[in-house]
């Protein structure tokens, strides 16, 4: 049986019902079949056939719970995001020495987790080129959290009096943020690994933090 967190097994005060219950550990289910078969084949050979066996289930299962694989698949990147956002924002809470030593440990955490589930992300890298308007406002909008957890670390940079007080945050944030994921083609194309991640995205920090010192 499915493990289902207890923070969840209600609904504000209510209990879920058994029916809602067992709906949940469906989808649970299809979710972990899905996410690991995605990391193992691809999107494209990864079937929603193949997720339902895996998972014990019908392929039926599958579309009570998900409108295609599409969509299962947007589910599972969109639960990997609000988890490493939240590691994110856990680590940039910690005591650094500077705006750049926060940056670095931040990303170094989003290379940690996608390193580990490398063929996953290339599936979600080549997928976002054939997003419907729709996918990729849905992605946009998981990937914000990420982005936001960036705009508050350079915030504090600039009350820190590291980063000039007129510097276009914003565009700050999606500089450093278009730097950290531009590597992951090296990772997925060129066998680079954490270290060599970093010390990119190092030098990449440099240049960028350099422009808007205060």
């Known amino acids: 049986m499915n493990h289902v967190p207890s923070h969840i097994l209600s609904e504000g005060a209510r209990p879920l019902t058994r029916r809602a219950l067992a709906k949940l550990r469906t989808r649970q289910a299809l979710l972990a079949a899905g996410k690991q078969l995605f990391t193992e084949r691809g999107y494209e050979q990864a079937t929603v056939r193949d997720i339902a066996r895996a998972a014990g289930m019908s392929t039926g299962a599958v ?5 295609d694989k599409s969509d299962l698949f947007g589910e599972i990147l969109a639960k990997d995001y609000e988890q490493l956002a939240q590691t994110m924002r856990e680590i940039a809470g910690l005591p650094h020495r500077s705006t750049r030593e926060a940056l670095m440990a931040v990303l170094a955490a989003g290379y940690v987790f996608h390193l580990k589930q490398l063929p996953l992300l290339r599936a979600a890298l080549g997928v976002s080129w054939s997003h419907t308007p729709e996918q990729e406002a849905r992605n946009r909008e998981d990937l914000s959290q990420i982005v936001a957890v960036l705009t508050e670390v350079l915030k504090r ?6 980063i000039a007080a007129d510097a276009d945050i914003d565009l700050l944030a999606d500089l450093v943020f278009t730097a950290y994921r531009s590597n992951y083609r090296l990772a997925v194309y060129d066998g680079f690994e954490l270290p060599a991640l970093t010390d990119r995205l190092e030098r990449q920090l440099d240049v960028i933090l350099n422009a808007v010192k205060a």
Do not use: S
């Not at 940079?157 to 590291?162: L, M, P, Q, T």
């Open 63 to 67: 579309f009570a719970n998900f409108a």
């Open 157 to 162: 940079g600039v009350r820190a009096k590291e």
